[in-house]
């Protein structure tokens, strides 16, 4: 397993007049709203025309910083509503990086318009959606890590409730359930999760957007794989660490053609990243494969029984 140097991006990055640490984006007491550009007449409800309400975020608190980023890369029809559910959480000491791929499909227009209110961006060709993460991440300052894709969104007041349990619990890793939006038949479905803990950390579960973690735990992605870069990342970062579910919604992904999970041509994408994962190089054979997935059906059924889940 080949990772790279997050500290040669840094550099890279340096090299090229990039000032350090990022800013944060500018908080106002009075929230961003109606600051940041207006959206289209017809967008309404989160995150267009609503925001979370600033007063939420107690003065008292020395309220750590949060780094997200956000890869990008020709989702013009959904990077709006990722980015305005970033700012509109009018979280207090946030820094918010997009890399965009050089998209060609108006996506650079809509970042430009949102560059007051964004740490920093940049759209140039790179080597895929792991490489763009890495390279944001190499700029981050943040006590706490999340990205979100640029066809996602989070909900509302998700950054208070994050921040909020990791001041109060001090665990290195909150995740939580999602929503899956499917964008053809306008349907939403709750993605509940079991607990992730170790010996089930195999079995995938985790709902990437609605993960958060500690920037003290924090591990560059394997450039190599293209669609589970996410899942393999879980089993090196979260093993081991202190961690918390919280058993609500905290984003939605939405279910289009060309989403990689959902999408018909990855399958063979999908099966060379396994290939990858349990090659000898990586994390080797699972010899307990069968006894994992049995047992953790019978985990499933529990939970369900007792209605956990």
């Known amino acids: 397993m080949n990772l790279p140097n997050l500290t040669s991006y840094r550099e890279a990055f340096l090299a090229k007049g990039v000032g350090l640490p990022l800013p944060v984006v500018e908080p106002h007491a009075e929230g961003l709203l109606n600051k940041i550009p207006e959206p289209a007449a017809e967008k309404t409800g989160w995150p267009w025309n609503t925001e979370v309400n600033p007063g939420i975020y107690d003065e008292k608190i020395n309220w750590p910083k949060l780094t997200i980023v956000s890869p990008s890369y020709n989702q013009v ?139 003290g735990i924090h591990e ?8 589970a870069l996410d899942y393999e990342l879980w089993l090196r970062l979260v093993k081991g660490h202190r961690r918390l579910l919280l058993k609500q919604p905290l984003s ?24 990858l994962i349990w090659g000898p190089e990586a994390h080797g054979t699972v010899h307990e494969w069968k006894k994992i997935v049995f047992l953790n059906r019978i985990r499933v059924k529990l939970y369900r029984l007792f209605k956990l889940i």
């Open 220 to 227: 560059p992605i394997w450039e190599e794989l293209h669609c």
């Open 252 to 275: 939605v992904a939405h279910i289009h053609d060309e989403a990689k999970t959902h999408s018909p041509k990855m399958k063979a994408r999908w099966e060379a990243d396994h290939q």
């Open 77 to 215: 029809g959904f990077l709006e509503q990722t980015i305005r559910s970033v700012l509109l959480q009018n979280y207090p000491n946030l820094e918010y990086i997009i890399i965009d791929g050089g998209s060609n499909d108006g996506s650079l227009q809509i970042i430009e318009k949102y560059a007051p209110w964004i740490s920093y961006y940049q759209s140039e060709k790179d080597r895929g959606q792991s490489h763009a993460i890495n390279m944001g991440f190499s700029l981050s300052s943040g006590s706490y890590h999340a990205w979100i894709n640029s066809d996602d969104y989070y909900l509302e007041g998700v950054f208070h409730l994050v921040i909020t349990n990791f001041i109060k619990t001090g665990v290195d890793f909150i995740y939580g359930y999602g929503i899956d939006h499917n964008i053809l038949t306008g349907e939403y479905k709750l993605n509940r999760i079991l607990p992730f803990i170790d010996y089930f950390i195999k079995i995938p579960g985790l709902v990437q957007p609605s993960t958060f973690w500690s920037s």
